[in-house]
């Protein structure tokens, strides 16, 4: 499933989206507006279904917005390598209510199994990539020389995955953004660098992430590294996505709350950066983009990813891919529209104290199963490992009868017993003096609903029968890699959350 080509990302679009929204368009829009890489002629929406929706790629070019090579240099910087494709690596869906109160950023895995036009079942991200090199060789043959023949094509992978994208969501995207390997550094730098936190030491080659534990500031090309790094992760892609979410938290944080915008030198560096970084389509109107959103504060922007039946899928012809439930995944991005909007439509129940603000490093969380739903307990595991906690002993419950979740610990008035009941949906806590000062047991019954089930929002199913079959996946039965989401990220949150 993993292999060694360089990745790159999308992170630098979602600041430079609130870039644009928060200060640059006020001052210098005409010549910021006029200097910006425009895409033309794309089939976009207008936001009648409530909310702006916003497609942000992350592509593997080595040239920049405008279409010129970068510098050796340049190259040098990225650590990318020199083999160049047209894939999309990253894919994001930014969903802002009509009334701009919000914005949420979904992220697509790359290899989430899809319907392509007029390609059939394909991993996302190659609908740009393999729609482009098709319309390549169509335009040559019909005598296009080589640029007019890039320019059709571009095109033509740009709709494809603009399509596969409204299929799978159900919205119909309204804006595009693209950015290659050079924006995203450009957009760190300019901002001085952004705050990140790791549950462990990192030395993983392939990615150049060579990293201590802990709390960090990462430049650039060390910022690429970090989330880049897919071997050697827990849940591979899943967790690098895990990565750049808390990376664009980051960096969305500074842009807002750092009073980045009101120091003259940061604003020309920004502005430079994005001219040359990010592409846009040609309907944008930027200022009327900063009126809807110049309200918004950092808390009020949110990162998720849409909801996964099975990381290690397999094609009738013996490909891994991701395999998901369309169905479910527009349930979950419709229902964004209402949930940024304060209305009715969260699925997850919160308590009225709050947690307590523990380091989830020093908690070692054992899960076992006794209830029907079966891999439950390695569900519920990784979605705590995901979370920072240490992942203890997993396996089936050897005691009686459980009517309710129960989470057992030494002493049922600490914080970390508190914390981790917190995260689990507020389950109910009972005390074992036999278990050791920082490790809790949770055992889990039918009634359990929190990270790692099939109700929890964003969540997929740990069963086997709630497995949905797609057209060319063979199904996983109990073998299926259960890949239950983290709670969404936000950008308003104290300093970064630490990750694997």
């Known amino acids: 499933m993993f292999t060694g080509r360089p990745r790159q990302f999308a992170a630098a679009i979602a600041a430079g989206l609130v870039l644009i929204a928060t200060g640059v368009g006020w001052r210098t829009y005409d010549s910021f507006a006029s200097s910006l890489a425009s895409v033309e002629g794309l089939n976009l929406g207008n936001g009648t279904d409530g909310a702006l929706d916003i497609l942000l790629v992350g592509t593997d070019s080595r040239t920049d917005a405008h279409g010129n090579p970068l510098s050796q240099r340049e190259l040098d910087a990225l650590r990318a390598g020199d083999e160049v494709a047209n894939n999309t690596d990253t894919i994001i869906l930014v969903r802002v209510p009509n009334d701009g109160s919000s914005a949420t950023a979904i992220s697509i895995p790359r290899d989430t199994y899809v319907e392509v036009p007029d390609i059939g079942m394909s991993k996302i991200n190659a609908a740009y990539g393999a729609t482009k090199e098709l319309a390549r060789l169509d335009a040559a043959e019909s005598g296009a020389d080589q640029a007019e023949a890039e320019k059709i094509s571009t095109k033509a992978g740009r709709e494809a995955l603009i399509e596969s994208v409204a299929d799978l969501t159900g919205v119909t995207v309204d804006h595009y953004a693209e950015v290659g390997l050079l924006g995203f550094v450009l957009l760190t730098d300019a901002v001085g660098g952004?705050?990140?936190?790791?549950?462990?030491?990192?030395?993983?080659?392939?990615?150049?992430?060579?990293?201590?534990?802990?709390?960090?500031?990462?430049?650039?090309?060390?910022?690429?590294?970090?989330?880049?790094?897919?071997?050697?992760l827990p849940r591979g892609d899943l967790d690098r996505i895990v990565r750049q979410q808390v990376f664009m938290a980051s960096l969305v944080q500074k842009v807002l709350s750092a009073k980045t915008l009101s120091n003259p030198s940061k604003v020309a560096q920004l502005t430079a950066a994005v001219q040359r970084s990010v592409a846009l389509d040609s309907d944008w109107d930027i200022v009327q983009l900063a009126t809807q959103m110049q309200g918004l504060a950092g808390g009020s922007v949110q990162f998720s990813t849409i909801p996964v039946q099975d990381i290690n899928a397999m094609t009738d012809y013996g490909e891994s891919v991701v395999q998901v439930d369309p169905d479910e995944v527009r349930e979950q991005v419709a229902g964004l529209v209402n949930e940024e909007a304060g209305q009715e439509g969260s699925e997850t129940t919160t308590s009225d104290t709050p947690a307590p603000d523990i380091d989830p490093s020093t908690v070692t969380v054992n899960v076992s199963n006794a209830g029907s739903v079966s891999g439950l307990a390695s569900a519920v595991s990784l979605a705590m490992s995901s979370e920072g906690y240490v992942e203890g002993e997993i396996g089936n419950y050897s005691g009686g009868t459980m009517s309710s979740t129960t989470l057992y610990t030494a002493d049922s008035d600490s914080d970390e017993a508190l914390a981790v009941a917190a995260a689990l949906g507020d389950v109910d806590i009972e005390s074992d003096p036999s278990l050791p000062a920082g490790t809790v047991e949770v055992v889990l019954a039918d009634d359990y609903t929190g990270p790692g089930s099939s109700s929890y929002s964003g969540s997929s199913s740990s069963s086997a029968s709630g497995t949905t079959a797609q057209s060319g996946v063979t199904p996983a039965g109990e073998s299926a890699t259960p890949a239950p989401a983290a709670p969404p990220i936000d950008a308003g949150s104290d300093g970064p959350r630490c990750v694997n």
Do not use: I, K, M, Y
């Open 194 to 232: 952004v705050d990140v936190c790791l549950n462990a030491a990192v030395d993983e080659p392939l990615s150049g992430a060579h990293f201590q534990a802990g709390e960090q500031t990462l430049q650039g090309s060390d910022a690429l590294s970090f989330v880049r790094q897919r071997h050697d």
